[in-house]
């Protein structure tokens, strides 16, 4: 079994646009004389490998303490792409039992409008990139929606530098963060796992 850390140091992590910047801040320090260590840290909750919930780009979407975790854990594919990614990507390199994908871009790629379409009628649950965003700056909101209305939760954010296309076994839960519309997470791909949808 071979277990692929695929979330980025958050404090190393790319920010998106106007982002607030991860600052971890040493409020006790065992070097100053105190008995423990204690720190505080300040960041966006879309830094690094995170989930996007509905509540996101949604006025009454879920927030993420609401979704099902059984979408964040299980049998995943890996594919990679090599700039937008079209119905036709989406055609060619997803399985007809895929429900989870992650797509290797090299954080250059996006979904296009047709793409998501295309991967609503496959009925997945979770589709991930290793980009700061699923979706480019012109159609953020139209592909977010379309995702989420379709409950397909968003994962973005990793680092797939390491790992090659193939299948894998996710695991991708969020933090629980009561009312968050996202939240990080720890994303592990292993392989050497084999479990059924019906296993989980």
């Avoid at 070097?31 to 919930?53: F, P, Q, V, W």
């Avoid at 592909?143 to 990793?158: D, F, K, S, T």
């Amino acid at each position: 079994m071979i277990i692929y850390d695929i979330s980025p140091d958050i404090l190393k992590a790319e920010i998106y646009g106007e982002d607030t910047k991860p600052n971890l801040k040493r409020v006790s320090d065992i070097r100053g004389g105190c008995e423990y260590n204690l720190s505080d840290i300040k960041m966006c909750l879309h830094t690094g490998a995170h989930i996007d919930a509905p509540l996101h780009f949604v006025e009454n979407g879920k927030p993420v303490d609401e979704l099902s975790v059984s979408q964040f854990v299980g049998r995943c594919v890996v594919a990679s792409a090599n700039g937008p990614v079209t119905a036709q990507w989406i055609e060619r390199n997803l399985p007809w039992d895929c429900k989870r994908l992650l797509i290797k871009c090299g954080g250059n790629g996006y979904l296009m409008d047709n793409a998501v379409n295309e991967l609503c009628r496959f009925n997945i649950s979770l589709v991930g990139i290793d980009s700061v965003s699923i979706s480019s700056s012109e159609n953020e909101g139209s592909v977010h929606r379309e995702l989420m209305y379709n409950n397909i939760a968003i994962l973005e954010g990793i680092d797939l530098t390491d790992v090659k296309d193939g299948e894998y076994f996710l695991f991708a839960a969020p933090i629980k963060i009561g009312g968050a519309e996202a939240a990080p997470c720890r994303a592990l791909l292993i392989k050497g796992i084999i479990a059924t949808e019906s296993s989980l």
